[in-house]
Every structure is written in C-alpha cells, then in structure tokens.
Nanobody, 125 residues
Framework: QVQLVESGGGSVQAGDSLRLSCVASEYQYSWYAMAWFRQAPGKEREFVAAIRWSTFGTEYADSVKGRATISKDNAKITMTLEVHPLKPEDTATYYC??????????????????WGQGTQVTVSS
C-alpha cells in the first residue's frame, strides 16, 4: 500500500517563503504524475500544482502561477512545492496526491488515487 507523507507546513508571515515536501513510501511505483491540492476552512479542496513524472511537465493553478514551483526527485520519490511570496489566502491544509495513470485532467481530484494526510499552512498578514 502506497503512503504519501507531507512535511513543511507551519505558521508564516505574508511575504515569506514556503517549502512543502511529499515522500512516497514505495520505490517500485512509476508515477504518471503527482500534485498538490489545498483546502481552506469551509471551502472545497482545490488544485495547486502538478508535475508529470517522466516529462517534468508542470501545471499550476492561476492563484499560485508565478509564485509557485513544483519539482521532484526521482531517486527519493520526493515531490516539493515552493511558494513565494505567500499571501494570507494561501492559508489551507495542503495535500499531496499521486496517480499511476492519466484520465485527462491533472487538475481534477478524481484523477488521483493516493493522498497524503495533509499539512497545515497558516499565513498571517
């Protein structure tokens, strides 16, 4: 059973930088893509960024485009999200997700089979 574990959340100030990491427990899996989603209190979970494992192709939500960078380390099965500068509206629980296949839209929650437990990010103004 694949497990995804996020780390790097916490309380930060607006304008600061954020670096989140996601580590997969299994090395033999060949991901098609991994992604970050986030969910603010009272809101639906939303797409943040995704990266295709073989091509390094990336996609970003408009809300973070130009401020976020998603990257990966094949050897460690690790994915990273960096965001700068942070805004108060970035406050949310951030989730790592992974898929072995492609169903047409990496921005869609249903695209992903495996999910982490989430890490909380709070941005103060």
């Amino acid at each position: 059973q694949v497990q995804l574990v996020e780390s790097g959340g916490g309380s930060v100030q607006a304008g600061d930088s954020l670096r989140l990491s996601c580590v997969a427990s299994e090395y033999q899996y060949s991901w098609y893509a991994m992604a970050w989603f986030r969910q603010a209190p009272g809101k639906e979970r939303e797409f943040v960024a995704a990266i295709r494992w073989s091509t390094f192709g990336t996609e970003y939500a408009d809300s973070v485009k130009g401020r976020a960078t998603i990257s990966k380390d094949n050897a460690k099965i690790t994915m990273t999200l960096e965001v700068h500068p942070l805004k108060p509206e970035d406050t949310a629980t951030y989730y790592c997700a992974g898929t072995l296949t492609y169903a047409g839209d990496l921005k869609r929650l249903s695209e992903y089979r495996w999910w982490g437990q989430g890490t909380q990010v709070t941005v103060s103004s």
